[in-house]
């Protein structure tokens, strides 16, 4: 199975200020990685497919980058409603399709 | 617009049954894998299992094959987790989540899930 590993485990961030998160796979992914977001009591929404693409609605603000097994998401300048937990997923092999154990983006 | 109601949820003792259900609407039911992926509360996210759009490709995690199936019902808009043997540990929100435009395991988007809770 393919492992993903995600970090920080939180990151405490300023509003304004730019947020680097960080996937690794335990073997190259190749391109086929996405990202998510969740917020507390909601379901996840995606926001970043095929490494960087964005998904349909998602702010600019939010950029994927990296390929085979090193991957990151940035936000470059963080909103309120940026707060949340954020999550990597590889299905480039499946079964099992894996994420990442996820980080949480706080309020500085 | 998409609608993804899962439901079926709720407290089981440990080894019985449940079935879980999801009613999609608002695209092609039938042109689409589907997922279930489950949260404990507090923790990440786990896939579950996946169906493609015909159910000729179906995949479960470890930690469900042989006690969990999954089907769909294309006529009826409908997706289904049929969980046996539950566990303590089975206990979480289990969520629907349509394959993407974009590829068939990434999720978009995602039902906000039915809660299970296995007892002892």
């Known amino acids: 199975d393919i492992v993903m590993t995600q970090s920080p485990a939180t990151l405490s961030v300023s509003p304004g200020e730019r947020a680097t998160l960080s996937c690794r796979a335990s073997?190259?992914?190749?391109?086929?990685l996405a990202w998510y977001q969740q917020k507390p009591g909601q379901a996840p929404r995606l926001l970043i497919y095929?490494?960087?693409t964005r998904a349909t609605g998602i702010p600019a603000r939010f950029s994927g980058s990296g390929s085979g097994t090193v991957f990151t998401l940035t936000i470059s300048s963080l909103q309120s409603e940026d707060f949340a937990v954020y999550y990597c997923?590889?299905?480039?092999?499946?079964?099992?399709?894996?994420f990442g154990g996820g980080t949480k983006v706080e309020i500085k | 617009e998409v609608q993804l109601v899962e439901s079926g949820g709720g407290l089981v003792q440990s080894g019985r049954s449940l079935r879980l259900s999801c009613v999609a609407s608002g695209f092609t039911f039938d042109d689409y894998a589907m997922h279930w992926v489950r949260q404990v509360s507090g923790k990440g996210l786990e896939w579950v299992s996946g169906?493609?759009?015909?159910?000729?490709?179906?995949g479960y995690a470890d930690s469900v094959k042989g006690r969990f199936t999954i089907s769909r019902d294309n006529a009826k808009n409908s997706l289904y987790l049929q969980m046996n043997s539950l566990r303590v540990e089975d206990t979480a929100i289990y969520y629907c989540?349509?394959?993407?435009?974009?590829?068939?395991?990434?999720?978009?988007?995602w039902g906000q899930g039915t809660r299970v809770t296995v007892s002892s």
């Open positions: 169906i493609g759009y015909n159910s000729a490709s179906i």
């Open positions: 095929g490494a960087f």
């Open positions: 997923q590889q299905y480039d092999n499946w079964p099992p399709l894996t």
């Open positions: 073997q190259s992914v190749s391109s086929n």
């Open positions: 989540a349509k394959g993407s435009n974009f590829g068939p395991n990434c999720f978009d988007p």
